[in-house]
């Protein structure tokens, strides 16, 4: 299944667009274009669309672009930590060893879309809708998927301790190579998810067992 997640489709022999990105405003449309070794600061804008473009080495601070469309976006070693992209539209884009620290990705729709060895640490996805989406490597401590539809959502090596995925039927959703001490789940969703034994224990106590041995 994972191999059915679309790659980004970007032409080569982008133009450097860099500077445009320092002076934002709300609907602003950018297409075909590169973003190399910059930070930008300060920008509140929404309704901002990107497509076809390489971000490499950006650090995004202070900053605000809900209701965002990304389409056939890579994100390489970018920092992206407590920027507000809630509400986006993301499809065809890899994240590649990003820092996405408090990344507010709530209500957001992802559709085709890799994060790879990224720091995810208490990163905001809840009521998001994934389709065709995957976690490769990365940390998620503390991450939050509150009531998000996944259909599907792969997880691979990734640690998700004390993620929190309460509201989320986790049916066919395999954990089973990924590490945590406790998750923040409901009974009635962890029907179909695929844990390991030692995980099992660690969630036996959501059903009241007290497990010895």
Request: proline residues 2%; glycine residues 6%.
């Given at each position: 299944m994972k191999s059915k997640i679309e790659l980004p489709k970007i032409p080569l022999n982008l133009?450097?667009?860099?500077?445009?990105?320092?002076?934002?405003?709300?609907?602003d449309e950018f297409s075909t274009g590169s973003v190399d070794n910059t930070t930008i600061n300060n920008q509140k804008a929404s309704k901002v669309s990107f497509e076809k473009m390489v971000f490499t080495k950006v650090?995004?601070?202070?900053?605000?672009?809900?209701?965002?469309?990304?389409?056939?976006?890579?994100?390489e070693k970018c920092d992206l930590s407590n920027v507000?992209?809630?509400?986006?539209?993301?499809?065809?884009?890899?994240?590649r060893?990003?820092?996405?620290?408090?990344?507010?990705?709530?209500?957001?729709?992802?559709?085709?879309?890799?994060?790879?060895?990224?720091?995810?640490?208490?990163?905001?996805?809840?009521?998001?809708?994934?389709?065709?989406?995957?976690?490769?490597?990365?940390?998620l401590i503390s991450s939050d998927f509150y009531h998000s539809t996944l259909n599907p959502l792969f997880f691979s090596r990734c640690n998700m301790d004390q993620a929190v995925l309460s509201g989320t039927k986790l049916e066919g959703v395999d954990l089973s190579d990924c590490e945590f001490d406790g998750l923040h789940v409901e009974i009635e969703d962890l029907p179909g998810c695929i844990v390991t034994r030692r995980q099992a224990?660690?969630?036996?106590?959501?059903?009241?067992?007290?497990i010895k041995g």
């Open positions: 133009p450097e667009v860099t500077e445009q990105l320092h002076t934002l405003q709300s609907r650090t995004i601070m202070e900053s605000s672009l809900p209701e965002s469309e990304l389409t056939d976006i890579i994100f507000d992209f809630s509400g986006s539209f993301v499809h065809r884009v890899e994240f060893n990003c820092k996405l620290i408090g990344t507010d990705f709530s209500k957001s729709r992802f559709q085709n879309v890799r994060f790879l060895e990224c720091l995810g640490d208490y990163s905001l996805f809840q009521l998001a809708k994934f389709k065709q989406v995957g976690f490769e490597d990365c940390s224990a660690s969630l036996a106590g959501l059903l009241g067992l007290v």
